[in-house]
């Protein structure tokens, strides 16, 4: 079993940045992908970023790529999100996820993933 437990969202301007950590509890941590996915009002849960377990390889939704970093700590059981130029359509809860599968492919697929965390609500003010 792995419990998720996100944080490090808020407010923030236009044109800013926040950083989401997620802190996993549970041995498989470091073999796992983990990914992060976001909600908008009204809206489905979309895929955000995902890394594998090894933390050599990443994947981004278009709508982030090149704005948003993915990285993990295997040692502190914590997969980071680094959000930088922000627009106010970034505005969502936050959600960590992680795959059971061990050292698994990444996947972007929300029903790949096995386990979430509660969420962490980001607001980006224009």
């Known amino acids: 079993q792995v419990q998720l437990v996100e944080s490090g969202g808020g407010l923030v301007q236009a044109g800013g940045s926040l950083r989401l950590s997620c802190a996993a509890s549970?041995?498989?941590?470091?073999?796992?992908?983990m990914g992060w996915f976001r909600q908008g009002p009204g809206k489905v849960r979309y895929f955000v970023a995902a890394?594998?377990?090894?933390?050599?390889?990443?994947y981004y939704a278009d709508s982030v790529k090149g704005r948003f970093t993915i990285s993990r700590d295997n040692a502190k059981n914590t997969v980071y999100l680094q959000m930088n130029s922000q627009k106010p359509e970034d505005t969502a809860v936050y959600y960590c996820a992680a795959r059971s599968v061990r050292w698994g492919p990444i996947s972007s697929e929300r029903h790949e993933y096995d386990y979430w965390g509660q969420g962490t609500q980001v607001t980006v003010s224009s």
């Open positions: 549970g041995r498989t941590f470091s073999s796992s992908t």
């Open positions: 890394i594998d377990w090894s933390g050599r390889s990443t």
